[in-house]
């Protein structure tokens, strides 16, 4: 019953850490919409020059729109990764969950009189 209580608290311990790992992925893909947008109003302003006065060549909006991109698909892969790790968990915790209910099934009940 020790294993089973132990396991119990390294599950909540995952959940707490899930939970900070998901909220890190939405504030990233917030981050990353932010700069696509200011992306796509510098490209509409048809601004000759960024916030640092680099000019802004198809080079330049091809590299942005690059890094843009990778930084994308590595927030997917993490998000991915997030589901894999989160379904493990509660694979985990659904049999520790059942035994614990079947302890707890078997404690014989008081009666009222």
Request: proline share 1%.
């Amino acid at each position: 019953m020790a294993r089973s209580l132990l396991r119990f608290g390294d599950f909540r311990n995952k959940t707490n850490t899930l939970e900070q790992w998901k909220d890190s992925l939405h504030n990233r893909n917030d981050q990353l919409e932010n700069e696509l947008h200011a992306l796509r109003n510098t490209l509409a302003d048809r601004a000759t020059h960024n916030g640092r006065h680099e000019e802004i060549t198809e080079f330049y909006a091809d590299s942005l729109v690059q890094s843009l991109v990778g930084k994308q698909q590595q927030w997917h892969t993490r998000v991915n990764e997030w589901i894999q790790q989160h379904q493990k968990t509660l694979t985990q915790w659904q049999l520790a969950n059942d035994t614990i209910l079947i302890w707890r099934d078997s404690i014989p009940q008081r009666t009222q009189q």
